[in-house]
């Protein structure tokens, strides 16, 4: 418990000294930055930004950073940017070197590193003249001959950089203000009481001048102290101001006028300040300890902040702020506006909190759980909120702020909890939605499905509740209605009802439905003005509608039936919004990154046009300069075009509309982050390419192209087609009479292969129904018939005539399972078993990954070997008799292994057998079979192989044979 009050009291110190800062968005090298050190900073007449940094100088057009250098420059950063009269970008750097920009590169104007010695001075541009303001004199350098005088032919002392006023210079000198024309003719000047010689005080630094409109702000550095007066040039009146005692020692970069506030940029941040009775009264810092060098506001009135070593802030809308939090306070999930300007709120990591909008003090209630805080609603007749975690409700007393642990299950992870006028409340969790009384006793169940929300009508009374399983109004007497939108259900996301009795429901990829008298009567998606159908948070206001999107923050006017929009261009930082209060001048908003807020009559930037410009005009996709029009060659009709709109985050918030006239004249819009369009294969003709910046903008810029008709196109081409057509037809012809004989000649020889395939199965069985063999087998039947074995004559004879009927029925068939093939196989060797006295031992083994019923081999194929084995190596041997079949697949599965294997007498002495008994003898099976695969390789891509090897290489006994047979599956 001490603990828990100890941690406590220590967020309660800490968090009490944070500030309101504006939103802003921090760039660096993560980002994509070039650098993280800036000196100076610009936007052009085009919009585009030019940094100089110590890397060099870099220019951004809102998609990327250019780099510019120059071969002859002495070290990498530059200074002192400046934009001329003729659109140059100028800078400098401490060596004394003089760039501008044009054309797209940096060219060295001057070199003035022996004038100023190491100095790095102040400059400006004008029309004829490149000034150069240094600690004792000005010089000015001709920008057409170059050439450099003195523009103040005294030496003077510490010399300002000069404000232009009504065509006239102001600078400091010394102890004076001076005021010159632009030929620096001395006009007028005032007395400083600054500088005493008879003292010896000394002005470390030149002074900066600040204006706003006839008021000078003049900043010196005396003694290392900061010194400022207020300069009235009508009046012709000097004041010295008093300085806070904060600001005297801190290094000051720039001081300017922002409405009726004085910005000074420096080593701890921007400190702002007004002006009160001769006195710099301090307002508030931003950026605090981070060392500021400039800051500018561009012309979609972004803030740009450079500093050295932090990258680059930017604050593209100062009327949208965030409040300052701790770490372990910023995930936040609810805010409830308890009044007196106080805003009760609960994070995701389950702190309670309250926060004063107007003073920036925060205190923390509760760190007891870190589930997140699911709910926060307050009680419309006592001064009570209620706080709902995932395992926790918690009752704060507002006015004692008293806060007690309320001991109800049924509260714990609430999604939603809506008050019904005094007496009750609807509640919507994971599980369902159920009616709860005054004390949070549940009274009877509404919806036994899981519940996102719900919300009570202010005006009927009745009750909304979304659920996955739809929206459902349940009235006083609580009779549930579904309501739905085109025949389907509505999975609404968040309700809330706007002063014209309109209910409204944000939906998860339906856009706003909005309903009256349980009907959708009006509904809002990207196609009438939603930046996104993705809807989250909906907040009333009055007759305004505050709308989440995945795209941006969005206020509907339900009356004139209007939006504005909030993106992250128009300073929103981050569209993951997880709840919106609205207050009296402003709008607060919270996400998983901290609280945000909006002041509602400022925070909305007025549209400006904006200026597009082409980037690349591409020809058969190479770049071309880029020109007003075009003359182009017939094949030169793949055309590519590049633009941009130069701002701060232009390629997201930025779409494009063109159009192709001479091809289309509807306009056509890019979708997000495109800036390009191609077009390929363009005919010949005149075309005018146009584009602008949505939303739409008055300024639309043109490319003008002409490409050349063919030289197809003309009279001889024509005839020289005509002759050519002619022959082409012709060749073609000729070439369709060789393709058609080709493919006859190909025909007749299939034919002849297949009636040689069907001959040679034919001689196939011949060798399989050779005399010999049914010779044999009748013998064999005779015999066990003489010896009164009619159970073996009748088995014999059954397996003899299901040989010769699978024999026949194979012979009809080119090709057969090996299943089919297999049967055959046993039932031949157990009729040769017979014939061999039973002195013969054979196997046959099939390897599990062969499928028997679909791998095919050609019929009648592999039994004559088997006979080969048994006639020619076995049938001489009296005793050990062994013949092994063996079927396997290869590592690809696509080729079937048949391995014969006998250990019979083998080749050579089967050969000196037969010759010694029939001369010039050729097994008719085997030469059948050679003839067959000769046959068979003829149609087929990969060839059947048949190898025959001795068994017993040593002593050339025993005979395999292997056969390699390419499958076909059925």
Known sequence: MLKYLSLLIIYGCILSLNAQQPASIHLTEKDGLPDIEFYNIIEDSKQFIWLAADKGLYRYNGRQYDYFSHPKQRGNAVFGTLEDDKGRIWCNNISGQFFYIENKRLNLFIDLGDILNGELPQFKVNKTHLIVFTGRTIYSVNLDDKKVTKAINKTFSLIGLPLEQSNNYYYTKRNYIIKTDHTFNKVDSLHIDIYDERINTSISKSANLASNGNIFLCHFLRHKKNVFYQFDILKKTLELLKVPIELESRSINQVFFKD???????????????????????????????????????????????????????????????????????NINKIKNIGNNTILFGTNNGRVATIDTEKNNIKVLDISSTYRVSEIILDKVKPEAIIVKEDIALSLNIESGRLQKMYNELLYGAKSISK?????????????????????????????????????????????????????????????????????????????????????????????????????????????????????????????????????????????????????????PTYRISDIEVMDNK?????????????????????????????????????????????????????????????????????YKYRLLGSDSIWKTTNELVNYVDYNSLASGDYKFQVK????????????????????????????????IGLAIY?????????????????????????????????NLRSQMNPHFIFNALNSIQEYIVLNEKELASSFLIKFSRLIRIYLEHSRESEVTLNQELKALNIYLELEKNRFEDILDYSIEVSETIDISRVKVPSLFIQPYVENALKHGLLHKKDNRKLKLIFYLNNNNDIL???????????????????????????????????????LNTTRKTPIKVTITPLDLSKKTGTKVEIKIPIQSI
């Not at 996400?591 to 009559?601: E, P, R, W």
């Not at 300024?699 to 009279?715: A, G, H, N, V």
């Not at 080749?907 to 059948?928: C, D, G, I, Q, Y």
Request: proline letters at 1%; hydrophobic letters at 35%; one cysteine or more.
């Open 420 to 572: 019904i006028e005094t007496a009750s409340y609807v509640l919507s969790s994971y599980k369902d939605a159920i009616l709860l009384d005054n004390n949070f006793n549940e009274i009877n169940k509404l919806v036994n499905k899981r519940s996102y929300t719900n919300y009570a009508s202010k005006e009927k009374k009745d009750v909304y509740v979304s659920t996955v399983e739809g929206l459902f109004v349940f009235d006083k007497a609580f009779n549930k209605t579904e309501i739905k939108y085109k025949n389907e259900h509505i999975l609404g996301t968040s309700i809330t009802e706007t002063n014209d009795n309109t209910i409204w429901v944000s939906t998860f990829k339906n856009g706003i439905l909005g309903i009256k008298n349980k009907s959708v009567i009006v509904t809002y998606d990207e196609s009438n003005g939603l930046l996104s159908n993705k809807t989250s948070v909906l907040q009333s206001d009055k007759n305004h509608l505050w709308i989440a999107t995945e795209k941006g923050l969005q206020l509907l006017d339900v009356t004139k039936k209007t939006f504005k929009n909030l993106t992250r261009q128009d300073g929103i």
């Open 260 to 330: 009726d506030e004085i910005w000074m940029t420096t080593d701890i941040g921007i400190q702002i300040f007004k002006l009160l009775d001769n006195k710099l009264e301090f307002q508030r810092s931003l950026f605090n300890k981070v060392y500021v060098t400039k800051i500018i506001r561009d012309s979609n009135d972004n803030y740009w902040v450079t500093t050295k070593g932090e990258g680059i802030f930017i604050i593209p809308n100062i009327n949208i702020f965030q409040y300052e939090l701790s770490k372990d306070l910023v």
């Open 693 to 724: 910046a949505l939303p739409e903008s008055d300024t639309i810029k043109t490319i003008e192209f002409s490409i050349l008709k063919p030289f197809w196109k003309r009279w001889w081409f024509y005839v020289l087609s005509v002759i050519l």
């Open 587 to 655: 709008v607060l908003f919270v996400s998983n990154i901290g609280m945000f807020g909006l002041y509602k009559d400022s925070a909305f930037k007025k549209v400006k046009n904006k200026t597009v410009y082409f980037t690349d005009f591409r020809i058969n996709e190479q770049s071309h300069p880029i020109k007003d029009s075009y003359e182009l060659d017939y094949d030169e009709n793949k055309i590519g075009f590049n633009f941009n709109s130069n701002g701060f985050q232009s390629n997201v918030n930025t779409r």
């Open 897 to 935: 292994f048949c391995e014969i294997e006998d250990n019979g007498i083998g080749v050579e002495a089967s050969k000196k057998l037969n010759a010694s008994r029939r001369p010039m003898h050729k097994s008719f099976a085997t030469s059948a079979n050679e003839k067959r695969v000769t046959l």
């Open 731 to 763: 060749f073609i012809f000729v070439s369709k009479i060789e393709k058609l004989k080709r493919k006859q000649a190909e025909v007749l020889q299939k034919e002849f292969v297949n009636k040689q395939l069907v001959l040679s199965q034919l001689e």
